[in-house]
């Protein structure tokens, strides 16, 4: 089993650019998950999916951060313009539902914006 | 909406020397609740959950963790604790309601231990 996969693993960029991190799911796994961690603001949950759809996205920080899930076997997290104090790591995490499972974590992506 | 508090920000401590750590969460209504683990430079890996039936909840590694559902409480133990085991814990808690499927995480503990 590959587990949660996600790309790239480091991303190194200027502030105004455009960020994309990506995510494969386990397969089967029908829901879907974006966590953002901070040494400020510990482990924060962006956005979720179930089946595809955007569940709740109350935790995306501002309009310049936007999730998609075109299948069920992808999903992107998109800052644009991205800014220094979006530095961080992005996990991604899939579970079977959204009922009584566990989420299992990707490895994550570390961002830094300078 | 849920949140979870968990008490020590860094516990030190020797090889062999026993473990709690605090984990309490706020809501009122039926709860699942986790431990995760994060070793350094990794991503988060599950110790144990609980979902239902014996609030002893045993996990991986030799971990162990109590839900008292009166104190709101989870707190995570070891009897004995190992160098391998120097990382940082998260106590997590999934509720129902219009939080579904959501998981609301503490701020983390890092544990130290030393040989």
């Known amino acids: 089993d590959a587990g949660v996969i996600q790309s790239p693993r480091h991303e190194v960029t200027e502030m105004g650019q455009e960020v994309t991190l990506r995510c494969k799911p386990i397969?089967?796994?029908?829901?879907l998950f974006w966590y953002r961690q901070t040494m400020m603001r510990g482990l924060e949950l962006l956005i979720y999916f179930n089946n595809n759809v955007p569940i709740d996205d109350s935790g995306m920080p501002e309009d310049r951060f936007s999730a998609k899930m075109p299948n069920a076997s992808f999903s992107t997290l998109k800052i644009q313009p991205s800014e220094p104090r979006d530095s961080a790591v992005y996990f991604c995490?899939?579970?079977?539902?959204?009922?009584?499972?566990?989420?299992?974590f990707g490895p994550g992506t570390r961002l830094t914006v300078t | 909406a849920q949140s979870v508090s968990q008490h020590n920000h860094h516990v030190i401590l020797s090889e062999a020397a026993s473990l709690e750590l605090g984990c309490n969460y706020s809501y009122g209504g039926t709860v699942n609740l986790f431990w995760y683990v994060q070793y350094p430079g990794q991503h988060l890996q599950l110790l144990l959950k609980y979902f239902s039936g014996d609030p002893l909840v045993k996990g991986i590694k030799g971990f162990e963790a109590e839900f008292i559902k009166s104190k709101f409480s989870f707190n995570l133990r070891k009897p004995s604790v190992q160098w391998s085991d120097t990382a940082e814990y998260f106590c997590a808690v999934k509720a129902g309601g219009t939080s579904y499927g959501k998981l609301t995480f503490g701020q983390g503990t890092i544990l130290t231990v030393h040989p």
């Open positions: 397969s089967g796994h029908n829901s």
């Open positions: 995490a899939s579970s079977l539902g959204l009922s009584s499972y566990e989420q299992y």
